[in-house]
């Protein structure tokens, strides 16, 4: 091993295995995937991979765990308002955040695909269910807060933010699964018109 490779973290090194199984999922897909396609991607030699991972279901768990923590600890919401907060959770949900290489639907199409194979993995299944709830989670803190504050009405903030997060869910998968890339931007206009409306006494 070079001296270039000795020097790199374990945490570095576990993000280039990453970044490599993105690029090797995007080329092959989840169902033809294997350990040395993952391999090809990166300059550090397989082994690493074999070093961190015990086979590439645990590289593919840590995987969906990686994509879902991108997304999740990137929303920048310091010191705002709730209506902002919101509006900050929502817009990152549909439209996603800045990436140096793949865009957000380039992301977003490995994360379906892997979604979509969960409903025959009760592991995988799990780790989308405890995502899906710390985002339901984060919409429902954020309404309660505004609730307290006097600036939204007193609604339910539980349904509504299971609602919304359902909206987002399903306007992503319109765009991966069909192709309509309009689909987010409309499902915010929705959001905005027929839902957190709801929030402010007209």
């Given at each position: 091993m070079s001296e270039s490779r000795e020097t790199v973290s374990?945490?570095?090194?576990?993000?280039?295995?990453?970044?490599?199984?993105?690029?090797?999922?995007?080329?092959?897909?989840?169902?033809?995937?294997?350990?040395?396609?993952?391999?090809?991607?990166?300059?550090?030699?397989?082994?690493?991979?074999?070093y961190h991972f015990d086979g590439k279901y645990d590289l593919l768990s840590s995987f969906l765990e990686y994509v879902i923590d991108q997304y999740e600890g990137s929303v920048e919401v310091d010191e705002c308002d709730p209506r902002s907060e919101l509006d900050a959770r929502i817009d990152q949900c549909l439209f996603g955040p800045e990436f140096e290489e793949f865009s957000h639907w380039e992301r977003m199409k490995v994360y379906h695909e892997l979604y979509?194979?969960?409903?025959?993995?009760?592991?995988?299944?799990?780790i989308f269910n405890e995502h899906y709830d710390r985002i339901r989670g984060s919409i429902v803190e954020v309404v309660e807060d505004g609730i307290e504050r006097g600036e939204f009405e007193p609604v339910d903030?539980?349904?509504?933010?299971?609602?919304?997060?359902?909206?987002?869910?399903?306007?992503?998968?319109?765009?991966?699964?069909?192709?309509?890339?309009?689909?987010?931007?409309?499902?915010?206009?929705?959001?905005?018109?027929f839902v957190l409306d709801s929030l402010y006494d007209d």
């Open positions: 374990a945490k570095d090194t576990e993000e280039v295995i990453m970044e490599a199984t993105f690029r090797a999922l995007s080329k092959h897909g989840y169902t033809d995937l294997r350990m040395r396609d993952i391999g090809e991607e990166m300059d550090l030699t397989r082994q690493v991979i074999h979509t194979h969960a409903q025959n993995d009760g592991d995988h299944r799990e903030a539980e349904r509504m933010g299971q609602l919304i997060t359902d909206i987002i869910h399903a306007a992503r998968g319109r765009r991966m699964a069909l192709g309509h890339e309009d689909a987010p931007a409309e499902a915010r206009k929705a959001i905005d018109q």
